[in-house]
C-alpha cells in the first residue's frame, strides 16, 4: 500500500489549504483512511477520519475548521483547512487500516502511511 501526499506550504493565518492523500494498492472494501498532523517536538495527533460507510470523526479542536473528503473510494483522501491558525504547523499525514465502525483516531490503530507534507501557519 503506497500513501502520497500533496498540498502543504507556507501560508499566513487565516488562509485556507487543501492537502491530498492519494491511496493506491488497498484491495479490501472496508478501511478507516485519517489525517494526523504532528508539530515540532511533540506526538503525532490525529486530526480526522473517515470511513468507508463515509462517517467521519474529528479531533474537537479541528471542529468546524478542517472537513475531510474522498472521492473514488479509497483512492484519494482530501483535508480542507479554512481559518488556518499558527499552532496547526506541523507536517500532516494520511493513513489507512482496515477496519469497520466509526474512524479512530488513535495513531496506533494504522497500518499504512505518507510520508507527510509540510503545514507552516506564520502569525
Known amino acids: 500500500v503506497q500513501l502520497v501526499e500533496s498540498g502543504g506550504g507556507s501560508v499566513q493565518a487565516g488562509g485556507s489549504l487543501k492537502l491530498s492523500c492519494t491511496v493506491s494498492g488497498y484491495t479490501y472494501s472496508t478501511y478507516w483512511m485519517s489525517w494526523f498532523r504532528q508539530a515540532p517536538g511533540k506526538e503525532r495527533e490525529g486530526v480526522a477520519g473517515?470511513?468507508?460507510?463515509?462517517?467521519?470523526t474529528y479531533a474537537d479542536y479541528v471542529k468546524g475548521r478542517f472537513t475531510i473528503s474522498q472521492d473514488n473510494g479509497v483512492k484519494n483522501l482530501y483535508l480542507h483547512i479554512n481559518n488556518l491558525k499558527p499552532e496547526d504547523t506541523g507536517v500532516y499525514s494520511c493513513?489507512?487500516?482496515?477496519?469497520?465502525?466509526?474512524?479512530?483516531?488513535?495513531?496506533?490503530?494504522?497500518?499504512?502511511w505518507g510520508q507527510g507534507t509540510q503545514v507552516t501557519v506564520s502569525s
Open positions: 493513513a489507512i487500516t482496515r477496519a469497520q465502525g466509526p474512524p479512530s483516531l488513535r495513531p496506533a490503530w494504522y497500518d499504512d
Open positions: 473517515v470511513n468507508s460507510d463515509g462517517s467521519t
